[in-house]
């Protein structure tokens, strides 16, 4: 979530974070540079350089202001500089108001992205515990509990949105018309990403299909979470804006096998592939063009974004560790199934 050190002008800065924030800064030798901030943030015995003062922001050094993504934040106001994109919910009264910060809670709570406030602890994957028995894979086991990472506690990111910040709806059609798009519960998916993947969910088009060779059909992810990867990003595990296409128009189910195949993830013989991830090159997925049930595309899509996510966070053990893709697809279908 933070960056540990800067290096500038031939001068080294360690950053020492907690759950929250950057709380203190020290220079090669050691010396402490800045001993931490109030809780909206205010300079507290800062005689250092470093821009990252509070949370995931930057300061300016002119204006005081902190870069959140989405809009500027006043520390010395504890407020935003602008409103809120996101309208609020009439059961978070907090949220109504468009400039408050992390709904006055910043002890327990942030917004990486100026949108919406994230708990520094909830639900998600305790542990995964994988059973074999005289050397056979017996299957994999994932336990849920309360863990400390990222969270998005919106109630419903996909209602009430005034104004689609990165230009894509949420649960958003695509394609050329001539299929629906499946329906896809947001809520569910956005709860699920956040919990396996500690990555917030801006928005996501599923694929559609019967529109082979036409790109229009592609479906897409775009999140804001940690990248080990690089792809996104300057810094290599920083926080950043995930964009992921799910392309559904340009192999078919046997081009897919042969791929997964070749690359090693699959068993010549075993069975056929629907979709296909690349560990080295995963903000683009691939799903079978020749599938006709779009719900099953779906969750060949979701599977996939589950491998694209676990490259580029890093959480998994290896190219072929598909434990967090399952992980995610169960979670999405127990998730819609309790929900009915």
Known sequence: MFELFQFSSSTVTYHHPDHLSNRADTDAAGNVTRRGH????????DSGSSK????????????????????????????YMSADLLEGKLQGPQSLNHYSYVANDPVNNVDPLGLTLVSVCGPGITSIEHTEFNGEDRGTTVNWGI???????FDDIGGGVSGDPLGGGLGGGGGDGA????????????????????????SFTPSQMGAKANPSSDGSF????????GGSSTFSGALSVISITNDA???SASQITLDAVNQGQLEPGVGVALGYTIPSQPYTN????????????LLVQIFEL???????????????????????QDCYIKGTFQRK
């Not at 299929?179 to 801006?202: H, R, S």
């Not at 691939?286 to 595309?297: G, Y």
């Open 52 to 79: 990252l003062k509070f949370t995931t922001y930057e300061r300016d050094g002119e204006s005081k202001l902190d870069y959140a993504q989405f809009r500027n934040y006043a520390s010395g106001f504890g407020r």
């Open 222 to 229: 775009v999140g804001f979470g940690i990248d080990t990867h």
């Open 147 to 153: 863990v400390c990472h990222q969270e998005m506690v």
């Open 306 to 328: 589950g491998n694209s996510l676990t490259a580029i966070t890093g959480i998994g053990k290896g190219p072929r560790d598909e434990t967090f893709s399952s992980a995610l």
């Open 38 to 45: 109030a809780p909206f943030g205010e300079s507290w015995y």
């Open 249 to 251: 128009h340009s192999k």
């Open 179 to 202: 299929n629906p798009a499946p329906k896809v519960d947001t809520k569910v998916l956005a709860d699920c990403i956040a919990k396996i993947f500690g990555t917030v969910l801006l």
């Open 286 to 297: 691939f799903s079978a063009n020749s599938m006709v049930d779009p719900q099953e595309l």
